[in-house]
């Protein structure tokens, strides 16, 4: 079965930063493009940035472009976000998920508990 574990989150001031972190269980970290989302209950979910299996690759949603920094550790099977000049937009419930998904994995639509990231002064 898949666990995906988020921590890192927390409260910041605007312009602050935090690194959120991601630990993957129940499948080969190492093959999949892993990504970030977020989800605020006026937005809904959306996608912020994804990495390939290599970690060669990086696509960023145009909100977070230039401030987030996505990264990996495919030997701790860890994933990261670098969040820096933050701005109360990003307030949100960060999530960590591979972008394609096995059935053999567990039911579908499994997400993990998420951690909470707040950005206000």
């Known amino acids: 079965q898949v666990q995906l574990v988020e921590s890192g989150g927390g409260w910041v001031q605007p312009g602050g930063s935090l690194r959120l972190s991601c630990t993957a269980s129940?499948?080969?970290?190492?093959?999949?493009?892993m990504g970030w989302y977020r989800q605020d209950p006026a937005k809904g979910r959306e996608m912020v940035a994804s990495?390939?299996?290599?970690?060669?690759?990086?696509n960023y949603a145009s909100f977070v472009q230039g401030r987030f920094t996505i990264s990996r550790d495919n030997g701790k099977n860890t994933l990261y976000l670098e969040m820096t000049a933050m701005t109360p937009e990003d307030t949100a419930v960060y999530y960590c998920?591979?972008?394609?998904?096995?059935?053999?994995?567990?039911?579908?639509?499994?997400w993990g508990q998420g951690t909470q990231v707040t950005v206000s002064s």
């Open positions: 998920r591979p972008n394609s998904w096995s059935p053999a994995w567990g039911p579908t639509d499994y």
């Open positions: 129940g499948f080969t970290f190492s093959r999949y493009t």
């Open positions: 990495i390939d299996a290599e970690g060669l690759r990086r």
